[in-house]
Nanobody, 124 residues
């Protein structure tokens, strides 16, 4: 059973930075595409960043391009999301997720396992 645990959420001022981390256990980490999703109240979860198994391919939602960076350390079974120039509209619950896939997947139902989520609040 794959377990994902996020950390690093919290309160930050607009314009600030935050790093989210996700630690995986119970699996061979480099079999999986890693994704970061976020969800606002009453809305569906949306993919904001994803990275291929080897880290050579990434995908970003347009709203975070140039501000967020996804990275992974397969030796440590971790994936990070560095978020800079944060805006109030980045306030959401953030989730890491994995999918056993060769290609990056972009929708919620395609992902196999999920973390419990971490809340991020950006004050304006």
């Amino acid at each position: 059973q794959v377990q994902l645990v996020e950390s690093g959420g919290g309160l930050v001022q607009a314009g600030g930075s935050l790093r989210l981390s996700c630690a995986a256990s119970g699996t061979t980490f480099d079999w999986y595409v890693m994704g970061w999703f976020r969800q606002a109240p009453g809305k569906e979860r949306e993919l904001i960043a994803a990275m291929s198994r080897t880290g050579d391919n990434t995908h970003y939602q347009d709203s975070v391009k140039g501000r967020f960076t996804i990275s992974r350390d397969n030796a440590k079974n971790t994936v990070q999301l560095d978020m800079n120039s944060l805006k109030h509209e980045d306030t959401d619950d953030y989730y890491c997720a994995v999918v056993h896939s060769v290609m990056i997947r972009s929708t919620d139902p395609e992902y196999d396992y999920w973390g419990q989520g971490t809340k991020e609040t950006v004050s304006s």
